[in-house]
């Protein structure tokens, strides 16, 4: 089967299930697992005991395994083709927000169609990484060292959407957004001129956003991270109650369900973007140790998959992927340990959100794909 230029493949049951790669997929499983024994513990010790939103996150759960595995058997030169129309759905799912979007904690970022909430700067995370993977392969094609106006043209690109997003405003997963392109930039880019002056113009956009494009909460979560004790119970409230959730676990924790900070509320959106303050508190230093190393293994795993990559499509996809959710993971722990600013940015994985959970195992679904369509075309 042929869509567009590329042969299209299933795989037979008996070589996909062998060359699946199980590692990964348990690694992912067992981050849900944790993350849905705390978000449970937090549900049980509210004053309004309400399991719906535990029910969402195992239904979304059940969607995001299905999707995986489809993905997984599906052939992910397909989203090559189309790279450009994913891209153009992302904008006009993000593009439609500020008319039909919902506001959730003051970011209208969601559609509700009933029962079922969808946040797409989740789905145009993955969406961005497949198309920037498209562009700069394409370049890729031409010529080893791709034209300072193309890596401009590129950024442009990312910057509809960026715009787009902090807009609702989001501004974790804006900046997460230039964050996967730099990272992309990096790789690409052969001349370290080009560098220097991104570099530079990012250093002017900043600033320029700071005066012009930034909220006045937004400033103030920047400059209370610079001075925690600027406004203990208005902005820096979230972090300090991070911190002490965090550092009260001490070696083995509080246990499950007895932490006082997540327990009795002290702690907003425990369930969400402070997960792992949660599981610093509960289970201590030791289950810090595992979720950092399920994490690390995580991330080894998808670095392991370069070495697979026959193409210059697969391997930037494989690096998107790897950005993404390294970033992720890394700018939450910060925010949890008082390292950066509160963005509003979840713990892939672990913390509550059905759009979240569903877009990171498309993500994984996609690079299994990578992995099992590497296989010959004789064993199809």
């Keep these: 089967m042929v869509f567009g230029n590329t042969p299209f493949m299933f795989p037979k049951i008996t070589n996909f299930l062998k060359h699946f790669d199980w590692i990964l997929f348990l690694l992912a499983f067992l981050l849900v697992v944790i993350g849905l024994v705390f978000q449970y513990s937090l549900i049980l010790n509210s004053q309004a005991v309400d399991f719906s939103p535990f029910y969402k996150q195992l239904i979304a759960f059940g969607l995001a395994l299905v999707l995986f595995f489809s993905l997984s058997y599906f052939d992910f030169r397909w989203f090559r083709n189309y790279a450009y129309l994913f891209y153009a759905l992302s904008i006009i799912s993000l593009a439609l927000l500020p ?5 959730l904690r003051g970011t209208r970022g969601w559609f509700i169609f009933g029962p079922i909430s969808f946040q797409p700067v989740e789905l145009a995370k993955i969406f961005v990484i497949i198309f920037l993977a498209k562009f700069f392969s394409d370049r890729l094609k031409k010529t080893p060292v791709i034209p300072f106006k193309k890596i401009i043209l590129s950024c442009f690109f990312v910057l509809i959407p960026f715009v787009l997003v902090i807009l609702q405003p ?16 990096f790789v690409v880019n052969k001349k370290r001129r080009h560098l220097f002056i991104i570099i530079l113009l990012m250093i002017a956009v900043s600033v320029s956003a700071w005066f012009f494009l930034l909220e006045n909460y937004q400033k103030e979560r920047v400059l209370t991270f610079l001075s925690p004790a600027r406004d203990p119970l208005g902005v820096g409230y979230q972090v300090n109650q991070s911190i002490i959730a965090a550092g009260s676990g001490k070696i083995f924790g ?3 369900g007895l932490g006082p900070q997540s327990q009795l509320r002290f ?5 969400t973007d402070f997960i792992f303050s949660v599981v610093a508190e509960e289970f201590g230093f030791f289950g810090v140790v595992i979720v950092i190393g399920l994490f690390f293994l995580l991330l080894w795993r998808i670095v392991s998959y370069s070495k697979i ?3 210059n499509f697969s391997s930037l996809l494989i690096l998107g992927i790897l950005a993404l959710v390294f970033l992720q993971v890394f700018v939450n722990i910060g925010m949890n340990i008082g390292l950066f600013p509160v963005a509003g940015i979840p713990l892939p994985f672990l913390s509550y959100g059905n759009s979240s959970l569903v877009a990171f195992f498309i993500a994984l679904g996609i690079l299994e794909s990578i992995k099992v369509h590497k296989v010959k075309s004789s064993e199809f």
């Excluded at 989001?170 to 930039?185: A, E, H, K, T, Y």
């Excluded at 702690?267 to 369930?271: A, E, G, I």
């Design 254 to 256: 509080r246990g499950l």
């Design 309 to 311: 990559a026959y193409s």
């Design 99 to 103: 008319f039909f979007g919902q506001a």
């Design 267 to 271: 702690l907003p959106d425990s369930s």
């Design 170 to 185: 989001d501004l974790g997963s804006g900046l997460l957004l230039f964050g996967v392109w730099f990272l992309l930039f």
